[in-house]
Every structure is written in C-alpha cells, then in structure tokens.
C-alpha cells in the first residue's frame, strides 16, 4: 500500500453495464462475422448484411438500365438499317422514282441514319447530295423539308468532308463541295454554329488534296462563301472572319490555298481580317495551342495582302501585321539570327521556321516591301495625315519590330527606312529629320531634357502603369517612346556612315565645306548644333537614369502584370493550357525581363541609348564640337566621397564574384548548342530555342539588376563614364589596382615584402626544399639582350593572372654572361619598356598607320594560314593547330605586357590606333565597337577617300561592277603578293553594289578592315589585357584616354611640376640651407628655356616616355632623380631609364649645359656613356 492524496492507493472499480467489450468495432479490418460475441458481433453482422442488401440492389438497376440501352440500341440499329433499306431501294437500279421526289424522300433518311464511322453511309450522304445538287435544292425552296434541316444536313456534309478528304474519292469531295456551297448559298446561317470545323475541314482539304488537285475554284467558292454571303447579320461575317483566320490560316500546308492564293485572295476583305485580328479577344475559344499556329496565320495574311496587290495601304493592316510580329518575335528573332553558323545549322537540322513561313516573313523586309510599304501609306495618307503623331509613332513601332523580329537584316531594313522621303506639310522628309522633328515635339523629350532629375520621374511612371506595352492600345506615352527609339535606331545608322565633312557641314554651315548638288542625304540628315546639344543633353540624362536608378526602376516594374496582346491569349504557346496555380505562382516570382514597349525589353532599350550617346561623345573626343563640361554630371554625386563610395562598391562586386553569386560576362549566354537543338527534334527546337533564349536573358537580367543594386555608380563608370571627371576616373583606376595588388597579396604591397611572405607561408625562409622558392622561382626570369620578347614569354607565360605579382629580371649580355645590379622595380621597367619595344617594332604582330600608330597586323593569320597550307598542312593536323596557336598565345601575352605596364604604372612609348583602343572597351558578349566610315580614315586614307568618293557619286554606281565582296592581303612584307576574296555578307559576290545600297556596302567595308580581318588577333591581345586590367577599368575611358593612360599625358611639359617632385643625389643632394645646388639650378632654367618637343626629348631620355604621367609627376614612379656625373666639362649626360636616373655633370655655364644635354638626347647617349 503507498499514499496517496486520498489516503488509498487502490484502483478505483470500473463498471460498464453496457455488456460490450473494451473494443472498438471500426478498427476491424473486415465486416465478416468474427469470435467476438455479444452486442459488438450483432452490429457488425447488422452492417454487413445492408451492405449486401445495397449492392443487390445495385446490381438489379445496374442490369436494369443495361437491358434498357440494349433494347434502344437494338431498337435504333434496326430502324437505322431498316431505314438504310428504304434509302438502297430509293436509289437502287429498279428505282424509277425522279430526283426531286426522291431527294423528298432521301433527305429525313439519310439524317436519320448517318454514322461517320461508317463509310457507306457516306456513300449514301453523296447520292442524297447528288438528288440536292440535280434538283438545285427544291424540296427546300418548295418549303417540302423545313430549312432547318439544313443545318444538320451541313453537319452531316462537313463530317462526311473531314473523313473523304483523307482517304475519300475525288468524285465524294467534289459532290460535297458543291453541296457546301450551294447550302450556303440557299442558308448561310446553317454554317454559322459549325464556322470553325467547316474552316478546319477545308484546311485539311488544302493539306490534303496537293498541288494537282483540280478542285481548286470548289475550295475558293467554299472558303469565301461564308465571308461574302449575302443578307446576314454583322455578326456572322464578324465570326466567318474569326474563323477563317483562326481555324483556317492557322493551318500548315495549305497547299492549294498557298499555289493560288491570287485567286483566293480576291474575294477576302484584308481590312476586315485585320480588324478582326485586332479585335480578338482573350476570352474567345482558343482554337490553336502553339506558336507555330500563330506562325502560319502570320505567313497566310502577308500572302494575302501580297496577293491584292492594293495600290493603297491602311495602316488597320500594318496595327494587324505588327500584332503578329509583336508575338512572334523570340521565334522570328532565333530563326534569322546574326549568327551564321549557328543559323546554318539549325536550318538545316530542325526547320524551326518553316520554308514558307519564312519565305513570306522575308517579304516584308526586302525592297518591295519596305519602299513600297512606304510608298503606298504615304500616298493613301498624304501629307497632312502621316505628319499626325499617332500614325508616325505606330510606323516608328512596326519599323522597331521589324528589327527585333529579324537581326540578320537589321542593317537592310534601317537603310531602306533611312532612304525613304515622307511628305509633311512643309514637303518631303529625309526620315531621319522626319522622326527628328517628331522627337522634338514630344511631350517626354521636352521633360527629360529640361532637368537632370526629370528623366527619373518620367520612367517611374512609365514603370508604374498597370499595363505594360502591347500591340494595340497604347498609351499616349508608349507612342512618344516608340518614336524616340526608332529616330535612334536610325541616327545610330547615319553615324556610322556619316564622315566628318558631312557631319561637321551641318554644325558649321557658314565653314567653308565642298557642297555637291544636289546635297546627299547623309548631309541632308544631320542635324545643326542648336539641336544636336539638345539632343545629347536628352541622351545624357535618359541613359544616366537607366543604369544609375536601374534598380528602382526594375524593382518597380516588378510584380507589375504585363498584358498579353488578344492575339497571342487566343493563340496560346504553351503545351498545357494555363491554370489559375501558373498564374499565382508567376506573380510570386520577380520578371527579371521587363518591357518597357512591345519587342523591346529594358536592356535592349538601354543599350540602344547608350550606343548613341556614346557614339556622339565619341565624336565629340576626337573632334570636340560640345563645350567643355558638357558631358559632365558632377551635381548628381557628392563628388568628395566620391571615390570612397566607388571602391566600396567595388569591393562588394568583388565579394559577390567570390561567393559565385555574380557570373562573369560570357558570349555563350546568347549562343545555342547545335547539338542539343539536333537532338531535340522538329516538334520541339523552336521551344527549346525559345527556352535556351529565355534561359539567358534571365541570367543577364538578373546579373544586371544585382550590379545595378549593390554598384549603381559602378554601372555609371562602366557605361557612360564621361559624365565622371577624366582625373577622378584616373584615380580611381590607380585604387583598384592598389586594391587588388592588396588582395592578391594579401597586404604585402611592397614586392620584397610580398617574397618574403611567400617564403614564410610556403616553408619559410630558410628552408630550401619548401615551396615558397619554387614559386618565386616562377616569378624570375633570365632575359637574353636581343631576345627580350622570345625569352619574356617562355619563362612568364605560364603564369597567367599570376603576371600582377612582383617578376624579377636578370638580364644576360650577348656572351651569356649575367650582368651586376639587383632588381628593386628599375630592371622590371626596362624589361616591360625593352618587350613593348622589341614586339612593336621588330617583330610583325602590329603594323603602323601614317601617324606612326600600331593596330595589330590584319595580314599576319591569313599569311601563316597560306604558309602552312603550301607546307600542305591541313587545319586538321596537329602541326598546324600548334603553329596558329602558338601565333595567338604571342598575341596574347603582348596583351598580358601591356597589362603589366598599366598594373605597374608604367609609361610606354608606344601610341595605339584610335579604332584599336575603342576595342578595348568591348566585351566578348557585348561588343560596343562600331566600326564607322571616320576611323576608316585611321586605318587607310586611300581607302578611306574612295568610299567618300563612292558615297558622292552621282552617277550609277552599278557602271563600277562592285560587288559585296573584298580582297585581303595574304602575305607579309618581302613574301610574294597574296591576295584573298571574301564576302561581306553571305553569297555578297552575287549582289551587285548599287546606288541605292551603296551605304551598307561602305559600312561593310568599314566593319571588315576595323574589326573583322583582325578579329582574332585582337580578340587573343584582349583576352591577355583584360587578364590583368579587368574590363570593367577598361571601361571607364575612351580612346584618347586609354592612350594617355598607357603613354601619359600629351600636354605641354609642366617644367615646374617636374621640379616639385623630383630627386636628388649625390653632390645634388639638398642639403639643411635647402638650397639646390648651382647646376641642378641651371639645369630647370634650361629646361624652362627649351621648346615643348625639346623637353619632351629629355623627358624620353630619362623616363623612356616623352609623356607625363596623367596626375603629374608626382604619380612618377620611380620619381624623376638627378645625380652628379662628375666635373668633366666635355663629359655629356647620361641615363638610367630603368631607375628614371638623369646622371649630370657639374657644368658652369646654362649654354654648356644645354649644349651637352641636347647633343646626348638627340644622339641617344645613355648606359655606355656615364
């Protein structure tokens, strides 16, 4: 016994006077009767037997109701056969009873008992047919057989049509055509509740019947009797037109449709199919499930308004067709790709867009449907209908969709835009100064350019509609963009052809400038200075917002719906129909690819500001014609923290690279793999090529909006760096480096002090079996004079990145023997200064223009590839593939020294082509370079010269025999003359240069000696440059910049400057009087007294560069020195350009000292003379 709080541990009784056991009778696993006895059993045989009484009573109704559709059926069989007995003795040889009374007779019988399934019904559906057709339908007419009849009649003729067209006579199908036509003809709202199966039976009809089918003119009358039936409500037509385009146009293969589609054509109201295209709407059935549906119903309705022939042209047809284009673009855009082997090969392979398809989409393209299409709206509008602001922003929409839809020929349809003339009421128009004038009467362009901060509040609440762009019903201000963004997309063209003469003719007409008569249209198109300043002060501010505020513009679209066009709600791409589940999941995920107006997502529109501001800035560096200060932006920063703010983001890119969340810029985003789209198969590459396309534009999107958040003004500096001050950008550019020198060494800046911390971390200093050696080992090299670049890259190139550490030079003279000195950075200098010279100027990878500047040699790969060839390698040999590589790594690693020498700080004496340096700041995946007609004039004058001359023919050109092809040279200097042809654009030595395209055929020109010949010597030299400068730096400056920033500073020699910061020693060693010693003081009034060319002589003599360094020399490392060299009058200076040492004797006199200093700069006196 234990206590408890009653005072008793015994069990309480527990009495059931129910007389059930414990148990709980669901938990049984059966319903048949168990062991268990008492009230429990008796419940559960209750339940199982009215279980067993329910399903007994299910199995009676169940054989009830099955008797009963037995007997129907059996009962229905038997009418239907008894019936088909009447109908066989009605039509059979010993029937004598005349047609009209038979079909009388024919008609209920034939209703009653028709089965599709069963093909002699349909046998018997074509004799009633026959009896209808013979008698012209009198028992209908006679009110014998009630009309209504007649629908299920054209039921029954539309099945019977469907299974005959496939695997039925051509007596059948013509019977039943002619019936169609006739039920029409005699009811047209019969077909009205069955418009969309007739259509899809009449396609199958076209599929099915081929090109020799002689029942073309039935399939006319049928297709066309519903659109123009007679006496029947709007509606009907309205839906016939639905139908027609949704069930029938959507078809593929229409074969005898698309063989005469002249005929068809005639009787089909184009205006009304647009507008009924344009009125289709979302909740309407969807009749087709793909995007190849919708493709089809594009290539039918430019067939048939090709067919018309129209010699007017309503711009409802064009709202129509930009419909269309609007939601095929991503198909349109993979098919005609810019990419030629990658387009070869999926055309090949997968027909993503079908022949006809494409043949048909081409056509609106080409000349006639571009200048035509212009001719005829222009002709149909007149002058005072296409100057209205609406028409010419939807022309400026169509005309941007058109180039979305078909990169490959963008440049084709911006130039046949660019020699169109539009009247206005003030006469015609280049189109160029057409949108122009329409651009500045804008709404949106008069706000963006009052005010530096307006642009922002205009795309925030472009941002914030609730409906994003589409096709039809735009807003006001999608229009206003629309027509901005095509006057873009032709300046940029017109830049690029553009010469200065031309360009310059319009800032300054009253210069002196050679005017042809007429005046060409280049010149015609460019614009005075008055409006040029607005225009770039419009670009400045617009592209400013776009990168600085992209983050707040893109977090504010996200989330916001876009509005799918009718058109592609009633066409639906995806392969499941969508569900309520789809759409609350896509509202939960952020878009990552926002459109700002249809065909054109925001990074599309913001490169495209950005190429033309830059192209005009571009222009302005080279030949300024803006003020100064005019690009710049310095109010919208707190330009004191500026820097600090700059290398704080980029140390939290720099992060984001480490931890994989930001991935570097590759080309590979946009290309597809061919042999993934080979496999794939037809029915599914153009959604994996849809898919793939996607798949990469969300990874940049979604890269660009991190950057965007977490380094706004690091998208500035690395797009439109100009508005940033030349000497901030420098500094800033010296403190990324100081900032990964840091990283990579982990703070050990200085080099001795980084070697010792290799040796410390790697086995330590004494220990000569330890790694630390080895590694600094690797870092050494031993460089033969004569020899430096060969020598350079067998014991540095396998560093790689590893490049930006401290290297330690040995050199050895021509006996092999190692000459005296330590490396403390002055040898290192040398050997940088002594590669760049010696690959420059002795070896062939860079040729020069007539300015003494270096571009890499666009003959070099095509003379080895000769040689090779005449060695008979093949480019499958490894021989071959070794020597061409072994050209590229040279390339390469010329672009790693240059690297080292920016990295460094060290000033070379080496000045690049303007054009080269404009490669620089171009990505693999994004080449910003644009080749244009005036750095032609960098590279070649002759040539240069007679593309002007060509572009100011006034005579045909085609006298010429010019074709798109040119002729490269294939051999270098003393090797016999080589020449190869090429095309510019494919099968170019078929298309003669005429004067109409005479424009592309310059820019091609241009785009091949600019970039194309010697796009993979480049590509090789940037690929070891931007190893060690990141592109990123690369893109702060332009191309007088860069230049400054590898050679210094061309501006006259600040004497004084010098003198602040230089050093000295020895005898000249200031002493505690601080008073500089007599010749040191002779030596600045001399150089004070010498011309700018003089002192740049001497500056070259000390420093190796004739160039200050771009802060002053107090960025001079290591600093300008001067030391004794002795009392020896006769003595001349001397130098240690590795050390920036000027060794100077201690001369009496200012004109001796000149004397001598300028007889050993002009004589090259230096080491053999000290």
């Known amino acids: 016994m234990f206590p408890t709080f009653t005072g008793s541990s015994r069990k309480a009784r527990n009495v059931n006077l129910s007389g059930q056991k414990t148990t709980n009778p669901f938990t049984s696993t059966s319903w048949?009767?168990?062991?268990?006895?008492?009230?429990?059993?008796?419940?559960?045989?209750?339940?199982?037997?009215?279980?067993?009484?329910?399903?007994?009573?299910?199995?009676?109704?169940?054989?009830?109701?099955?008797?009963?559709?037995?007997?129907g059926h059996r009962v229905r069989r038997n009418l239907r056969t008894e019936r088909r007995e009447l109908l066989d003795q009605l039509y059979g040889a010993r029937s004598t009873t005349a047609p009209d009374q038979r079909a009388l007779q024919a008609v209920p019988l034939v209703l009653a008992v028709f089965q599709a399934s069963r093909p002699e019904d349909h046998q018997r559906l074509g004799l009633v047919a026959q009896d209808l057709l013979q008698t012209r339908f009198s028992a209908f007419h006679s009110g014998q057989l009630h009309a209504t009849r007649l629908n299920t009649l054209i039921r029954a003729v539309i099945t019977a049509l469907e299974r005959t067209a496939t695997g039925g006579t051509h007596s059948q199908t013509q019977?039943?055509?002619?019936?169609?036509?006739?039920?029409?003809?005699?009811?047209?709202?019969?077909?009205?509740?069955?418009?969309?199966?007739?259509?899809?039976?009449l396609g199958r009809c076209c599929h099915n019947m081929g090109p020799d089918s002689q029942l073309p003119g039935l399939l006319r009358t049928a297709l066309v009797a519903p659109l123009v039936a007679d006496g029947v409500s709007a509606s009907f037509t309205q839906s016939a037109y639905r139908d027609f385009a949704f069930s029938f146009l959507t078809q593929q293969n229409l074969v005898v449709f698309e063989r005469n589609v002249g005929a068809f054509a005639a009787d089909v109201d184009t205006d009304r199919l647009s507008e009924t295209l344009l009125a289709a709407a979302p909740?309407?059935?969807?009749?087709?499930?793909?995007?190849?549906?919708?493709?089809?119903?594009?290539?039918?309705?430019?067939?048939?308004?090709?067919?018309?022939?129209?010699?007017?042209?309503?711009?409802?047809?064009?709202r129509a067709l930009h419909?269309?284009?609007?939601?095929?673009?991503?198909?349109?855009?993979?098919?005609?790709?810019?990419?030629?082997?990658?387009?070869?090969?999926?055309?090949?392979?997968?027909?993503?867009?079908?022949?006809?398809v494409a043949e048909q989409a081409v056509s609106l393209i080409d000349k006639e449907g571009i200048t035509e299409l212009l001719e005829k709206i222009t002709s149909n509008q007149g002058a005072s209908s296409i100057s209205d602001q609406e028409d010419a922003s939807f022309l400026a929409g169509y005309f941007l969709t058109l180039i979305s839809c078909f990169p490959k020929f963008a440049d084709d349809i911006r130039m046949r835009f660019y020699l169109a003339d539009i009247p206005t009421q003030q006469g015609k128009l280049p189109a160029v100064r057409f949108f122009w004038n329409a651009v500045r009467k804008t709404s949106l362009f008069s706000v963006v350019v009052s005010s530096q901060d307006a642009a922002l509040d205009v795309l925030r609440q472009e941002l914030s509609v609730a409906t994003f762009a589409t096709a039809s019903g735009q807003s006001h201000s999608k229009r206003e963009w629309q027509t901005v963004l095509l006057f873009l997309e032709l300046y940029v063209f017109v830049l690029r052809l553009t010469d200065d003469d031309d360009f310059f003719s319009e800032l300054n007409p009253t210069a002196s400038y050679e005017v042809p008569a007429p005046v060409p249209r280049l010149r015609a198109s460019s614009l005075p200075l008055a409006e040029l300043k607005r225009l770039t002060l419009?670009?400045?501010?617009?592209?400013?917002?776009?990168?600085?505020?992209?983050?707040?513009?893109?977090?504010?679209?996200?989330?916001?719906?876009?509005?799918?066009?009718?058109?592609?709600?009633?066409?639906?791409?995806?392969?499941?129909?969508?569900?309520?589940?789809?759409?609350?999941?896509?509202?939960?995920?952020?878009?990552?690819?926002?459109?700002?107006?249809?065909?054109?997502?925001f990074g599309a529109f913001r490169g495209l500001v950005t190429t033309a501001v830059r192209m005009l800035y571009e222009r302005d560096s080279r030949r300024p014609f803006l003020p100064k200060g005019h690009w710049l932006m310095t109010s919208k920063f707190d330009m004191e923290g500026f820097l600090s703010a700059v290398v704080l983001e980029e140390q939290r890119q720099h992060e984001l690279r480490e931890s994989g969340g930001d991935e570097a810029d590759s080309s590979d985003d946009d290309d597809f793999s061919s042999r993934n789209l080979v496999h794939a198969g037809p029915r599914h590459s153009l959604r994996h090529a849809q898919l793939e396309k996607l798949r990469g534009q969300q990874k940049r999107a979604a890269r660009d909006r991190l950057r965007a958040t977490i380094g706004p003004k690091m998208e500035i500096l690395r797009n439109m760096p100009f508005v940033i001050p030349f000497e901030t950008r420098v500094q800033i550019f010296r403190q990324f480096v100081y900032l990964d020198k840091e990283r990579r060494r982990k703070g050990y800046i200085d080099a001795d002090q980084w070697r010792m911390s290799v040796l410390n971390e790697f086995g330590g200093m004494f220990d000569r079996g330890g790694n630390g050696r080895d590694i600094l080992s690797q870092h050494h090299a031993e460089i033969r004079r004569g020899h430096v670049f060969s020598d350079a890259m067998k014991d540095f190139w396998g560093l790689g990145e590893g490049l930006k550490e401290p290297i330690q030079i040995s050199f050895v003279d021509e006996f092999g023997i190692q000459e005296a000195g330590v490396d403390g950075g002055g040898v290192t200098k040398e050997f940088l200064t002594s590669v760049t010279k010696e690959a420059f100027t002795q070896e062939s990878f860079f040729v020069t223009n007539k300015n003494n500047a270096y571009y890499p040699n666009p003959c070099i790969i095509d003379a080895q590839r000769q040689t090779l060839r005449e060695a008979r390698l093949t480019p499958e040999s490894e021989d071959y593939q070794h020597l061409m590589a072994e050209t590229f790594r040279q390339f390469e690693f010329l672009g790693r020294i240059i690297g080292k020498c920016m990295y460094e700080g060290i000033l070379i004496d080496i000045v690049f082509a303007g054009f080269f340096l404009l490669q620089w700041t171009s990505t693999e995946s994004d080449s910003n370079y644009r080749a244009n007609i005036n750095d032609l004039r960098e590279l070649d004058e002759e040539l240069y010269q007679g593309m002007l001359s060509l572009k100011n023919y006034p005579g045909d050109v085609g006298d010429f025999g010019l074709d798109f092809t040119i002729t490269d040279q294939a051999s270098l200097p003393g090797q016999p003359t080589r020449t190869i042809t090429r095309n510019l654009i494919p099968n170019g030595d078929k298309i003669a240069v005429t004067n109409e395209n005479r424009p592309l055929y310059i820019s091609y020109v241009a785009r091949h000696r600019l970039a194309a010949q010697s796009y993979v010597q480049t590509r090789a030299f940037l690929r070891g440059l931007r190893m060690i400068i990141s592109p990123s730096w690369l893109n702060m400056?332009?191309?007088?910049?860069?230049?400054?920033?590898?050679?210094?500073?061309?501006?006259?020699?600040?004497?004084?400057?010098l003198r602040r910061h230089a050093m000295y020693s020895g005898v000249y060693q200031i002493g505690d009087d601080g008073q500089e010693h007599p010749t040191v003081k002779l030596f600045w009034?001399?150089?004070?007294?010498?011309?700018?060319?003089?002192?740049?002589?001497?500056?070259?003599?000390?420093?190796?560069?004739?160039?200050?360094?771009?802060?002053?020399?107090?960025?001079?490392?290591?600093?300008?020195?001067?030391?004794?060299?002795?009392?020896?009058?006769?003595?001349?200076?001397?130098?240690?350009?590795?050390?920036?040492?000027l060794k100077l004797p201690q001369y009496k006199s200012a004109a001796v000292l000149k004397s001598k200093l300028l007889y050993a700069v002009q004589s090259g006196a230096g080491f053999d003379l000290s």
């Open 323 to 356: 419909l269309l284009l609007s939601a095929l673009t991503n198909q349109l855009r993979v098919h005609f790709s810019v990419s030629g082997d990658v387009r070869d090969a999926e055309e090949e392979a997968l027909e993503a867009v079908p022949p006809y």
């Open 175 to 201: 019977v039943f055509l002619e019936t169609l036509n006739e039920i029409i003809k005699l009811r047209p709202e019969a077909v009205e509740h069955v418009l969309g199966q007739y259509y899809r039976v």
């Open 538 to 601: 419009f670009l400045k501010h617009l592209g400013f917002t776009l990168y600085y505020n992209a983050a707040e513009l893109l977090d504010r679209a996200t989330g916001v719906t876009k509005s799918m066009s009718s058109i592609q709600d009633f066409l639906a791409s995806p392969a499941r129909p969508r569900t309520p589940e789809d759409s609350s999941q896509n509202s939960k995920k952020p878009s990552t690819n926002v459109t700002l107006i249809a065909g054109i997502d």
């Open 283 to 318: 909740g309407e059935p969807k009749t087709a499930d793909s995007l190849n549906a919708l493709l089809w119903l594009l290539a039918h309705f430019i067939a048939l308004q090709r067919a018309r022939q129209r010699q007017t042209l309503h711009l409802h047809y064009l």
């Open 32 to 71: 048949a009767p168990s062991s268990a006895s008492g009230a429990s059993k008796t419940v559960a045989s209750a339940q199982a037997e009215r279980q067993q009484r329910q399903q007994e009573r299910d199995r009676l109704r169940a054989a009830l109701r099955i008797q009963k559709s037995w007997r």
């Open 1037 to 1057: 400056f332009n191309q007088t910049e860069l230049q400054r920033l590898v050679g210094g500073d061309n501006s006259e020699i600040d004497v004084e400057d």
């Open 1085 to 1141: 009034e001399v150089m004070r007294g010498l011309a700018d060319h003089e002192r740049r002589d001497v500056l070259k003599y000390v420093t190796s560069t004739p160039r200050a360094p771009l802060l002053g020399f107090s960025q001079l490392s290591p600093p300008f020195t001067i030391r004794d060299g002795g009392q020896d009058q006769e003595r001349l200076p001397s130098a240690s350009t590795c050390v920036n040492l």
